[in-house]
């Protein structure tokens, strides 16, 4: 069983920064994808950016070039660092950790205001 577990998650103003950690454990092999995604009041849950075992990132358009994806493979641990966070970016946060179509793990949602 893999549990993920969220944290870093606050109430911020426009312009600040935040960072998020999704620490996992359990039964995880080594060669895995983990990502956020979020999901606004009314809307679908998103991807932000994602980032594989040998490092290789994807994010989403709109948090190109003010949100930093990276890993500790040795922790078992994904970072999401938030700059310039915009009240647009107010959101629960998701951390998921996939292995394959049988083994596709989510944390429990950590929430992330951003004030104007």
């Known amino acids: 069983q893999v549990q993920l577990v969220e944290s870093g998650g606050g109430l911020v103003q426009a312009g600040g920064s935040l960072r998020l950690s999704c620490a996992a454990s359990g039964s995880i092999f080594s060669i895995n994808l983990m990502g956020w995604y979020r999901q606004a009041p009314g809307k679908q849950r998103e991807l932000v950016a994602t980032?594989?075992?040998?490092?290789?990132?994807n994010y989403a358009d709109s948090v190109k070039g003010r949100f930093t994806i990276s890993r500790d493979n040795t922790k078992n641990t994904v970072y999401l660092q938030m700059n310039s966070l915009k009240p647009e970016d107010t959101a629960v946060y998701y951390c998921?950790?996939?292995?394959?179509?049988?083994?596709?793990?989510w944390g429990q949602g950590t929430q992330v205001t951003v004030s104007s």
């Open positions: 980032i594989t075992s040998g490092g290789s990132t």
């Open positions: 998921r950790l996939r292995i394959n179509a049988y083994y596709d793990y």
